[in-house]
Structure formats: structure tokens, C-alpha cells
């Protein structure tokens, strides 16, 4: 059997619940997406990401409110723009440190990281969250600050997570073989761009669902389930 000496982790279905980030974090930056833009506007990381959402949506000229109208679009729409994505960090930084929420995480997770790391194996995470979003989100979890099981963390500016070569990166960028990373996700187009790569698989299958007959890749219903 391969030996298993990086993990790479989804965060939305994978290590918490979907419901934390549809229900809790879109809704407040859709909110304060809006005065967040005009009272921050001056800060270079937020001209940029601006200038970035008007080039990704092919606008040569645009007012300010066009492109709170085109960020509160693609928040609707779930949209996977990394411009959209940072912005929205900064937001739930706020947040986060007012103590507004704590970012939930399945019972499990927790101790299973520690384990793992205790085992001797580098945690990494992948995920369509810009970075910031990401170590915002581990640093305040409902378990604690875990920012210190993960070695690293990847978004899209890694490239899509559905195609193949963003895992090839993610290898590349940690130091090891594809054959000795293992991928969890609860997306299986996912898992197929990270077995493409050469990666080993773990498909999150949480209840209420249930686990396929014949699943495509490796089924579990949490973490304690996976022996790596």
C-alpha cells in the first residue's frame, strides 16, 4: 500500500458544514459588502481586488456602485472569483474578531488533526477561500485556533479545484509525490482532478447522506473513518 505522508483538505462539506458558509458568512459580507467597499476603498489590497472583479467580468470602465452590483451578483451566484473571495475575507476578518461567529467544524475534525500531525503527517488546505479566508477560519474555529496542524494552504490562485494541474501544483509546491498526498473532499469532480494527478482519495459522505454502493473513490462518513 502507497504510504500516505501529506493530507490535503477541503474545508466546505469536508471539515464543516456547508450551512456555516451558505447561512452565516455569505450573508454577512453580502451585507456589509456594500459600505465595506466605500469605506475602505483608499487601501491598495482593496483597489486592487476592485480592479481585479472589473477585469474578470471584462469591464473597461465601471463605477464604484457597478461593481458592488457585479460582487453581490457573484456572492448570489456562488461565483469562485478569487477578487471576490479576498474581498470577502477581509470582511469576515472583522467579524471573526469582533466575535460576530466562530467557524464551525465537525465534532471530529480536531482531534483527528492532531492525531494526524502527531503521526507525523503535514496537514495542508486546499480550498476555493482565498488563504486569508482560510487561516481566518481555523484561527477562530468553535475547537480553537488549529492554524498550528496546517503546514500550508492553497486557493484559486492556484488554479480551479476540478482540473487536474492544481493538484499537480499543490504537489510540486509541498514537496512530494502525488502517490503520498491524500485528498479529502466532499466533491467528487474534485477528487477526480486529484486522482488524475496521481493523488490518493477520501470522499466525505456526512449524514444525513448516505454512502454510495459503489462509490467512485473511497467513501467515509468523517474523519475518524480514514486511516491514512
Known amino acids: 500500500m502507497t504510504v500516505i505522508r501529506a493530507i490535503v483538505t477541503d474545508i466546505e462539506g469536508t471539515t464543516s458544514s ?42 473597461i470602465e465601471a463605477s464604484r ?19 471576490l473571495k479576498a474581498l470577502q475575507g477581509m470582511i469576515w476578518k472583522d467579524g471573526y474578531e469582533a466575535g460576530d461567529y466562530r467557524a464551525h467544524v465537525y465534532p471530529e475534525v480536531a482531534a ?62 509541498v514537496g512530494e509525490l502525488p502517490q503520498h498526498l491524500l485528498f479529502l473532499s466532499d466533491i467528487v469532480e474534485e477528487l477526480d482532478a486529484a486522482k488524475a494527478a496521481g493523488y490518493q482519495t477520501a470522499w466525505l459522505v456526512r449524514p444525513p ?6 462509490p467512485r473513490h473511497p467513501a467515509y462518513p468523517d474523519f475518524d473513518a480514514i486511516t491514512p
Open 209 to 214: 447522506l448516505t454512502l454510495p454502493a459503489e
Open 18 to 59: 456547508i450551512s456555516f458558509v451558505k447561512d452565516v458568512l455569505f450573508p454577512y459580507a453580502r451585507k456589509r459588502l456594500p459600505a465595506y467597499v466605500e469605506t475602505h476603498v483608499d487601501r491598495p489590497e482593496v483597489q486592487h481586488w476592485l480592479h481585479d472583479a472589473a477585469k474578470e467580468a471584462g469591464l
Open 112 to 173: 483527528r488533526l492532531h492525531a494526524w500531525r502527531g503521526d507525523g503527517l503535514h496537514l495542508y488546505v486546499y480550498s476555493s477561500g482565498s488563504v486569508a479566508a482560510q487561516k481566518l477560519f481555523f484561527q477562530y474555529s468553535e475547537a480553537g485556533d488549529l492554524t498550528p496542524m496546517f503546514a500550508g494552504y492553497f486557493d484559486t490562485e492556484t488554479g480551479p479545484k476540478r482540473e487536474r494541474a492544481s493538484y499537480e501544483k499543490i504537489a510540486e509546491a
Open 65 to 83: 456602485q457597478e461593481i458592488i452590483e457585479l460582487l453581490l451578483r457573484w456572492i448570489d451566484e456562488d461565483r469562485k472569483s478569487t477578487a
